[in-house]
């Protein structure tokens, strides 16, 4: 017992020690020095965020609409634009610090995630390499800190609730929403829906939890509808395609559109090694 209070009592001190450093640098060093943790890319969203609070839509510009972002940290974001009278270099240091706030929270996440799982000095172990290699680099200005967050929380819920095995319909809904938000995070997390939907068919086939499975299925991607649909329903009415901007550029440069024959392009042995990676 004491062992374990000990490996948790270093646990907190490392994660305290991490965040309270780390915002200590985000307050007081220069900006020239902050800005280069964050990426030009952040920026973008900054503008957006900063042009969505003043009542000018979602543009970068002030000329044209876009939605050419991870959605859900920019929708975050709006509310500090709105609230916080601050220039861009103090918004950078309020949004990094929010960051540092969310990594944090998802190591202590982790933490109790792997003292479920395995014991204290692995959750020790797990916690010090989160600490060391991931709560710095996820902040970062773009959506990393709330990924990864959003992504320890569905994993301990999962692991708490006994996903698939132990896990009623009503708890498979709530995580079919975490993984809805998790996918708004960062929309090319939507392949952990289809890891998701292939871990429930397979087991289908068991001998008596057929009907079970699909029903948790169907209870799991309830939840994750409820949350995506909504977002590619309004993509599809304002910009006439559910990808957003950037996913269309990427796919189909120069000219934005969405071909469904894109999807067969890696190959039959690419296709099969993304089959087996969502496995």
């Not at 977002?231 to 990427?250: E, V």
Request: charged share 10%.
């Amino acid at each position: 017992m004491d062992g374990n209070r000990s490996c948790e009592t270093v646990f907190y001190a490392m994660i305290a020690l991490a965040c309270a450093s780390l915002a200590l640098f985000l307050l007081a060093a220069p900006m020239e020095r902050v800005l280069t943790i964050v990426p030009d890319d952040a920026s973008y969203y900054f503008e957006i965020a900063d042009n969505a609070a003043s009542g000018e839509g979602f543009t970068f510009d002030r000329l044209g609409e876009t939605n050419g972002y991870q959605p859900l940290w920019l929708y975050l974001l709006v509310p500090f634009y709105r609230i916080v009278p601050a220039g861009p270099g103090t918004m950078v240091r309020v949004i990094t610090i929010f960051q540092v706030l969310l990594s944090g929270a998802a190591g202590l996440f982790l933490h109790g995630l792997l003292r479920r799982a395995s014991s204290a000095c692995a959750a020790l172990a797990g916690g010090s390499l989160f600490a060391a290699f991931v709560i710095a680099p996820a902040v970062n200005g773009m959506e990393s800190a709330l990924l990864v967050l959003l992504l320890v929380v569905l994993a301990g819920r999962a692991v708490r609730s006994g996903f698939p095995d132990r896990c009623g319909a009503g708890e498979a809904f709530r995580l079919g929403l975490l993984l809805g938000l998790a996918v708004l995070a960062r929309l090319d997390t939507a392949f952990l829906c289809v890891s998701t939907g292939l871990l429930l068919l397979a087991g289908a086939a068991a001998g008596g939890a057929g009907r079970r499975r699909i029903a948790l299925l169907a209870a799991t991607a309830l939840g994750a509808s409820l949350i995506i649909l909504p977002y590619l329903s309004y993509n599809a009415i304002r910009f006439g395609s559910p990808m957003p901007i950037s996913g269309l550029l990427k796919s189909s440069f120069p000219v934005p559109a969405f071909d469904p024959a894109m999807l067969l392009e890696p190959g039959p042995i690419g296709l099969l090694s993304l089959l087996l990676g969502a496995i």
